[in-house]
């Protein structure tokens, strides 16, 4: 009898509690290296864009980086969970720079993704005429591209809705240019 009772109150009790006790892991989705290698400055560096149309020279100083996880929601389990489900973190970098009146400014952002790679964007802002939006990465790279004599290698290609952007791993932000007409509209100085 004694054994009976056992297994009609106490087995499913230590059942549920063991069940409710099971946590699923905290999920950490990494930049690669790939990913890391696109920011190219550290905070105080400078680099410099041709504004074609005006030729002016803009001098931009990188003013902040940022390296960091945020919280995406629960890690849940494909199984049925009956304890605290962990959370998912996605790590990103980026850096943000602008020239010395803050007129032009942008921020170079990479992000990892769930399924291994990584996203990449570039937000131009403020003087930067009617970019006022977001350049992505959408998996094309270029071998190689001649920007006054200059040869450079493995170019990604960023488009907005009426512009490509070059950029390289060696020198950030190299070529915007306009699609309608292939118009250079900022190169870069070395």
Not at 33 to 60: C, H, W
Not at 64 to 74: A, L
Not at 89 to 96: K, L, N, V
Not at 133 to 156: C, H, K, M, W
């Amino acid at each position: 009898m004694k054994m009976k009772y056992f297994f009609r109150f106490f087995l499913p009790l230590v059942v549920i509690i063991s069940l409710k006790s099971c946590k699923t892991d905290d999920t950490y989705y990494n930049l690669s290296q790939k990913a890391n290698d696109l920011l190219v400055y550290d905070v105080d560096e400078t680099f410099r864009l041709l504004d074609v149309s005006t030729q002016e020279t803009i001098t931009f100083d990188v003013v902040s980086t940022k390296n960091d996880f945020y919280k995406d929601g629960p890690n849940v389990s494909p199984l049925f969970s009956f304890g605290p489900t962990g959370k998912t973190y996605i790590e990103y970098g980026e850096y943000e720079f602008s020239d010395a009146t803050e007129c032009y400014s942008g921020i170079v952002r990479v992000e990892a993704n769930k399924v291994g790679g990584f996203e990449f964007e570039i937000y131009l802002g403020n003087c930067f005429e009617d970019f006022g939006a977001s350049f992505r990465y959408e998996n094309q790279i270029i071998p190689s591209v001649s920007i006054d004599g200059v040869l450079y290698t493995n170019v990604y290609l960023l488009s907005s809705n009426t512009d490509t952007l070059y950029y390289s791993k060696e020198k950030g932000i190299l070529q915007i240019i306009r699609d309608i007409d292939q118009q250079v509209r900022f190169t870069i100085i070395e």
